[in-house]
């Protein structure tokens, strides 16, 4: 499918005017083909679109890195391409050291069934957060971004993240403890 404006073009005229429709216009053009590319590595759908929305996440906010050595598919693919394999080994070594401590640590029944409880609990409060919510923990939290980076993605002041930061772990433990008891 020819497209009328390269995708170059889009780049400049994104960072230029940083209006939304030309990221837009890149993102129909690719999300399909950096879904498939998550899917076949991690064989998971749920993951598989989980990276695929990181990483244009990354994208938006990296997009003046770009600097056209390459094509911009080029570089949108081997950034996909490295993200997802950078969490398929934070998830393989999340995994082998949960095992190692498992075998040393035996938790007893009670336990296991206390935290697996917890993660239920924690689990419905995050069903209730609002997308806003959900993202800015997760950019901060899952992500690692720091509050400039999240600051910079979000076109607001340090202080106007640190205070929605606050504000959403707040809610959070409160539904927490509303949902616990």
């Known amino acids: 499918?020819?497209?009328?404006v390269k995708d170059e073009e889009l780049v400049r005229l994104y960072l230029h005017t940083r209006q939304n429709a030309y990221f837009e216009q890149l993102y129909k053009r690719y999300v399909?083909?950096?879904y498939r590319r998550c899917f076949s590595l991690t064989k998971n759908p749920t993951q598989a679109e989980d990276?695929?929305?990181d990483i244009f996440l990354r994208i938006h906010s990296g997009l003046s890195r770009f600097q056209e050595r390459s094509a911009f598919a080029t570089w949108?693919?081997?950034?996909?391409y490295n993200y997802c394999m950078d969490q398929l080994r934070l998830t393989n070594r999340a995994n082998?050291?949960?095992l190692d401590e498992s075998a040393h640590n035996l938790p007893d029944t009670n336990d296991t069934e206390h935290l697996e409880q917890r993660l239920r609990h924690l689990s419905v409060v995050m069903e209730n957060m609002s997308l806003e919510e959900t993202m800015l923990i997760r950019l901060k939290y899952e992500d690692d971004l720091d509050i400039k980076e999240i600051a910079r993605q979000y076109n607001l002041k340090d202080s106007a993240i640190k205070m929605r930061l606050k504000r959403t772990r707040d809610k959070i433990r409160r539904m927490y403890f509303e949902y616990h008891d």
């Open 51 to 53: 990276f695929t929305h």
């Open 1 to 4: 499918m020819k497209h009328s």
């Open 32 to 34: 399909g083909k950096v």
């Open 96 to 98: 082998l050291i949960e």
């Open 76 to 80: 949108l693919y081997a950034i996909s």
